[in-house]
């Protein structure tokens, strides 16, 4: 009921008939990780590392999927066609599943302190396999990608927060997929969009209820990060005035940052290879997920 709820409310916008579902994304050919790893106990806790060709030391991205934070709605899978597209790009990617609102644990700060371990868990990667951790980005999208912006920022939190890490690694660039990096201001809109309290659930409560942790929760809050980020906006759960917003106080505060504003597409077609804006989503991908050394 709460997936069907979801396509009910993608579906919503004009042309919906002719837009795609998360289980059409789940569906479009994938390459084979070259590893499957667990990064924590708990069966969620698990990512798939893809290798391109070449001896390496390769460059990393770290792929979040989407799906509201709520379990049922999405999985690493939904990103596996665009881990796998970055893969031949020449980029190694790290693609993790992490628990969400119905798994035991998930919420605050357990969702956090997942997509934490899964960054740093990079650490042990290297040892066995050709990384390059001088050059490590992260992307993500809908939920996924302020997931993605909060990996990017979490070096920026109050050393006495729930979901800081003693060490975090460092983050190069961040790319943001249709997803909020202002949850706070945007969560009754994002809420609409997913058809259940995924905020509410994430972090306890609405934030006049939770204002510390929304706080800590919001990437934009920690602006600025003092690397590359970008955004791509397909106008569902990332608005162009809310990227416009982002970009602008990135760039007050002397970060790169960019935007790819689409109009006329749809939520997931800006993470399908093949779509008909795949080859503008790709181009703007390669370019702002390399990280200089």
């Not at 993500?140 to 006495?160: E, I, K, M, Q, Y």
Request: contains cysteine.
């Amino acid at each position: 009921m709460r997936r069907a709820l979801l396509a009910l409310a993608l579906l919503a916008a004009p042309a919906a008939a002719q837009r795609m579902r998360p289980a059409d994304v789940d569906k479009l050919p994938s390459s084979p990780p070259a590893l499957t790893e667990a990064y924590g106990s708990d069966a969620n806790q698990v990512g798939d590392l893809r290798l391109p060709a070449g001896a390496g030391p390769h460059p990393v991205v770290i792929v979040i999927h989407g799906g509201c934070w709520w379990r049922g709605f999405a999985t690493r899978q939904n990103t596996a066609a665009l881990a796998s597209r970055l893969t031949e790009r020449g980029f190694a990617t790290w693609n993790i599943d992490y628990r969400q609102i119905g798994d035991t644990g998930a919420g605050w700060p357990g969702t956090f302190q997942d997509w934490a371990a899964a960054t740093d868990h990079l650490r042990a990667l290297a040892k066995r396999y050709p990384l390059d951790l001088t050059r490590v980005a992260v992307t993500g999208h809908s939920a996924g990608a302020h997931a993605a912006l909060w990996v990017a920022s979490r070096h920026r939190l109050p050393a006495d927060s729930e979901i800081a890490s003693p060490d975090p690694l460092k983050i190069g660039a961040v790319v943001a997929i249709d997803g909020p990096p202002d949850p706070a201001s945007d969560w009754q809109t994002f809420e609409q969009g997913c058809g259940v309290p995924a905020g509410q659930k994430l972090f306890g409560g609405k934030p006049d209820e939770q204002p510390k942790r929304w706080a800590e929760g919001t990437p934009q809050n920690r602006l600025p990060l003092g690397i590359k980020s970008g955004l791509i906006s397909a106008s569902l759960f990332l608005s162009p005035a809310a990227t416009a917003k982002f970009v602008t106080e990135a760039r007050k505060g002397k970060d790169q940052a960019s935007a790819l504003v689409l109009g006329g597409t749809g939520h997931f077609e800006v993470i399908a290879p093949g779509s008909p804006v795949w080859s503008q989503v790709e181009a703007f991908l390669v370019e702002q997920l390399k990280v200089s050394k």
